[in-house]
């Protein structure tokens, strides 16, 4: 029983250390010569996604970069992408982190959090569940391990809403959760129709460049 256990935490060990490796190494695989010179001048910025699963995180971000919508569900473990994107005049430098919704991996997901920028926290318009989750499962999981890391919040599928229908999230609803939860945007999309996919990343770039600046002030004893 105990060379059981000591095997599988072995296992994790390994998983993780190939993880971290393989992000560490990730601009320098991914990208061409020209375009990593390029992206190495610009301001860099680390965008997560955090969501249920199936909720569309993967098809945002895959959609968003190669221009294609991917007609295969894949469940995603941990994966990278890299875009350049200008936002009111400047260019910047987006390593956009895709992340698993699935109990599984809620050990190894929070490796992905560190020196992120913004998450996106995302839901399914076509899912109540994984609407009522963003405010009970990952604003608390979000802000545990980012306190101070600001959140746009994004509802995928909006091509599946079907007016009037009680099924489907409204966006009345998303704006209330966004007061709850403090989000500093809400952008609905569908990456399937292309639909507002941009919006998604300009909000998060303006929600960074428009975070509050702590001041060096400290408090001081009389």
Request: with cysteine; glycine share 4%.
């Amino acid at each position: 029983m105990n060379r059981l256990i000591s095997y599988n935490k072995a296992l994790a060990q390994q998983s993780i250390l190939s993880y971290c490796k393989r992000n560490i190494r990730f601009n320098e695989l991914r990208m061409p010569n020209n375009h990593n010179n390029r992206m190495a001048h610009l301001r860099p910025l680390k965008i997560t996604t955090v969501g249920d699963g199936m909720v569309g995180k993967t098809c945002l971000l895959i959609t968003y970069t190669a221009n294609s919508f991917p007609e295969e569900y894949v469940p995603t473990v941990f994966d990278n992408h890299a875009t350049i994107i200008t936002v009111d005049g400047k260019e910047y430098n987006l390593t956009l982190w895709d992340t698993a919704g699935q109990e599984d991996y809620e050990r190894l997901r929070p490796l992905s959090y560190p020196n992120t920028d913004c998450f996106l926290i995302c839901y399914s318009i076509s899912s109540r569940a994984s609407f009522d989750n963003v405010l009970s499962k990952w604003y608390p999981e979000v802000r545990h391990f980012s306190p101070n890391v600001p959140i746009v919040l994004v509802g995928t599928k909006m091509d599946l809403r079907v007016a009037g229908s009680e099924k489907f999230v409204t966006t009345q609803e998303a704006k209330k959760m966004k007061a709850k939860i403090k989000a500093y945007g809400l952008v609905e999309c569908s990456a399937k129709k292309q639909v507002h996919l941009g919006d998604v990343f300009y909000e998060a770039v303006r929600a960074v460049e428009r975070k509050p600046k702590h001041s060096g002030h400290r408090c001081q004893f009389l």
